[in-house]
């Protein structure tokens, strides 16, 4: 999760004042009365922002976005490859069916606890466009919502990150593959091109339900049109804008997470080759070259090439972190088998393999 944490954070950091510009134009109506048409474009946006709110009003809402980063990359990589794991078939391969449920499960399974974040955060970005207006901070913003008014827009964001997830993780594998070298090994610049353009088509396609979603979770002022839910959003909208309204901040959102996901995913990696981190007994796939002239060509396709076109193995970074805190707070949560390895134990590694402690093993009396 330390990993995942730090990437996460630098990934997000490095593209946020992109994200702040993306949903002021999505929030920002075409057609309204009070004429509040504030910005022509996102550039005009940009200027205007640091213009009259300095260059920290481009991260106004950043906190939020940082505490939810960890858990968010724990759980959508952890469901993403346990999905993956479960339909992998003998030979090492997955259905490309299956690579994209696994994907719309990930993104399904963040939605729980990325939401509030997200309604908080979206609320703190917009609260700085009219001077006149108190800014609040995010510990008065979830005081006034309240649980409830925490989920507001759930449907809308499960809209927008179950096809995101579906079409990124599958993009993001087959891309990574694509562009290692004969042997497997993906250098640092091949990763990142990976994540970035696994990120643009998937950004891009799921703007509409973006921009619902952001309207839905945006407090209304005076003058402007209100949403009661998914369905009569989707109409106001339409009716009142057009169908080229479901796409502001449609580019801005590409340049924003294509390159946050490119970021994150290069940052991980990066960060567990450098560290040294093994896990199971053996590297990622694609981590490291090989020096393959002490193999034979059996061996080394085999251990070299990778016919399951795998990510970041984020389910078993999680399951180690997880034995961690059981370890910690006494805890127990729920084992797994792989329906591909042979071993009937737990997916989960022994923590003292993960800090190089020999674990003794039992003789079997038989």
Not at 204 to 216: H, I, M, Q, Y
Request: proline residues 5%; contains cysteine; charged residues 20%.
């Amino acid at each position: 999760m330390y990993l995942g944490s730090i990437a996460g954070a630098i990934g997000a950091t490095a593209v946020y004042p992109i994200d702040l510009v993306k949903t002021r134009m999505q929030n920002q109506r075409t057609t309204s009365v009070v004429g509040e048409r504030l910005y022509r474009n996102s550039i005009d946006c940009f200027k205007k922002v640091i213009r009259h709110e300095g260059v920290f009003g481009l991260y106004r809402g950043l906190i939020p976005q940082l505490v939810g980063v960890a858990p968010e990359k724990a759980i959508k990589l952890t469901v993403n490859d346990f999905i993956r794991d479960r339909f992998t078939l003998a030979d090492g391969t997955i259905p490309f069916w299956s690579e994209i449920l696994a994907g719309g499960c990930a993104g399904a399974s963040q939605v729980t606890f990325t939401n509030p974040l997200e309604i908080v955060k979206i609320r703190l970005q917009v609260a700085g466009e009219i001077q006149s207006v108190r800014r609040p901070a995010a510990s008065e913003v979830v005081r006034e919502l309240g649980l409830r008014g925490l989920y507001k827009g759930a449907r809308a964001c499960f809209l927008r990150d179950i096809p995101f997830s579906s079409i990124y993780f599958p993009a993001y594998a087959h891309t990574k593959r694509r562009f290692a070298d004969e042997h497997g090994y993906n250098d640092p610049k091949s990763l990142f091109f990976s994540g970035l353009l696994a990120g643009i088509p998937a950004a891009g396609l799921c703007t509409p339900a973006d921009v619902v979603k952001t309207r839905l979770q945006v407090q209304a002022r005076k003058g402007q049109t209100k949403y009661n839910g998914l369905t009569d959003a989707f109409k106001k909208i339409y009716i009142e804008e057009g169908w080229t309204a479901f796409w502001k901040g449609a580019g801005a959102r590409m340049l924003r997470s294509s390159p946050q996901f490119a970021f994150t995913l290069l940052t991980y990696e990066l960060l567990q080759r450098s560290l040294n981190i093994d896990f199971q007994g053996r590297k990622l796939e694609g981590s490291k070259h090989v020096d393959q002239e002490q193999y034979s060509p059996k061996i080394r396709s085999s251990i070299i090439l990778s016919t399951n076109s795998d990510h970041v193995g984020g389910f078993h970074l999680a399951q180690a972190t997880f034995e961690g805190i059981e370890t910690r707070f006494g805890l127990a949560f729920p084992k797994y088998k792989s329906s591909t390895s042979k071993d009937s134990t737990s997916l989960i590694p022994p923590l003292t393999s993960l800090l190089g402690v020999s674990t003794p093993q039992l003789i079997n009396p038989k």
